[in-house]
């Protein structure tokens, strides 16, 4: 029985200057959050302002045919050389509900559905109150995914010269916890 229970996806809480600061303009990372994780998330690099390229939208998501997405990906990778793609989700998110998404419309909603559709069965297994983080995690996990989808992305990572990172953030304790991609098979 033990088996089947789902593995939460591997947390570790995030190293102080775990992207250390050029402490200069040039914008080294892309972050992408969620629009209600109040900005405090991307506080946790310790980075400065200008060190940052922020893209915000509900849940935080890399969804097929946003073009501003899409746009701000490809501009960050291509024409501004980033050396990191943050995705970071936060526990609490009201938008990434384990048992309901009400209210969100069209292609966020059916990618909401379709990851909690894959793994309701495992999350289903969890205790009440951990349902809603380990979906909040297989949220960031599954942005990931969509990441790796862009050739600019998978090209710049095969040259070493990108790194992308999924992340949480706790707003009641201010800190953050990097996610590990290794514990995910879907
Ligand atoms: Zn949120």
Redesign the pocket.
């Known amino acids: 029985m033990s088996e089947k229970r789902l593995k939460r996806a591997a947390t570790e809480p995030l190293e102080a200057n775990y992207i250390p600061s050029l402490q200069q303009a040039p914008r080294q990372v892309l972050w992408i959050g969620?629009?209600?994780?109040d900005s405090k998330d991307s506080t946790v690099l310790n980075l400065l302002d200008d060190e940052l390229l922020v893209l915000r939208n509900?849940?935080?998501m890399i969804i097929d045919g946003d073009l501003s997405c899409e746009t701000t990906i490809k501009h960050a990778v291509v024409d501004l050389q980033v050396k990191h793609i943050v995705v970071c989700?936060?526990y609490g998110?009201?938008?990434?509900k384990a048992a309901s998404r009400e209210g969100l419309q069209g292609p966020w909603l059916s990618k909401l559905s379709a990851l909690h559709s894959a793994h309701e069965e495992d999350i289903n297994q969890l205790p009440a109150l951990e349902r809603d983080r380990s979906f909040v995690e297989l949220n960031i996990l599954d942005q990931l995914r969509s990441l790796r989808k862009f050739p600019e992305v998978t090209d710049a990572i095969r040259l070493g010269r990108l790194h992308i990172h999924g992340l949480v953030y706790d707003s009641e304790t201010d800190k953050a916890y990097r996610l590990s991609e290794g514990q995910q098979n879907h």
């Open positions: 969620c629009s209600d994780s509900i849940g935080g989700g936060h998110c009201r938008i990434v």
